[in-house]
């Protein structure tokens, strides 16, 4: 399966919604970008999707919102918490940091692969070094 490169305006969109969190980690993930708190991924794009993992209220809030769904990178193989935010989401700056932050707050109770909850120091912004 051929991976898609992330699309730029929605790298710009990822990196606008994560710019200021505190203690993030972006690292690179299949030629895209994942976005880390406390050792656990709570964002990142994916070709031209942006998505966020949310807890099981806030995935059913924001899978009402038109032109949200799951987020799948392989046909067939969803990843259940994690959706994607359709583009009238990032209209408003406001309403994207509000997702962002539902995002943390439930990566934050999440316990990492491995068991840890390490975390490095963060890294700039995805994309930042390709220019």
């Known amino acids: 399966m051929k991976m898609p490169k992330p699309d730029p305006k929605a790298l710009e969109l990822f990196n606008a919604i994560i710019k200021g969190a505190p203690g993030v980690l972006v690292?690179?993930?299949?030629?895209?970008?994942?976005?880390?708190?406390?050792?656990t991924m709570?964002?990142?794009?994916?070709?031209?999707?942006?998505?966020?993992?949310?807890?099981?209220?806030?995935?059913?809030?924001?899978?009402?919102?038109?032109?949200?769904?799951?987020?799948e990178p392989m046909s067939g193989?969803?990843?259940?918490?994690?959706?994607?935010?359709?583009?009238?989401?990032?209209?408003?700056?406001?309403?994207a940091k509000t997702w962002v932050q539902k995002s943390m707050d439930y990566a934050?109770?999440?316990?990492?692969?491995?068991?840890?909850k390490s975390n490095s120091k963060p890294r700039a912004r995805a994309g930042a070094r390709d220019r």
Request: aromatic letters at 12%.
């Open 27 to 39: 690292k690179p993930m299949f030629g895209n970008f994942g976005a880390f708190a406390g050792g």
């Open 42 to 71: 709570f964002a990142g794009v994916f070709g031209d999707a942006v998505f966020v993992r949310l807890s099981e209220a806030d995935r059913a809030a924001a899978l009402r919102l038109p032109g949200a769904g799951l987020f």
């Open 77 to 95: 193989r969803p990843m259940k918490e994690y959706v994607v935010l359709p583009p009238a989401v990032f209209k408003d700056p406001k309403k």
């Open 108 to 116: 934050s109770t999440v316990v990492p692969k491995g068991g840890s």
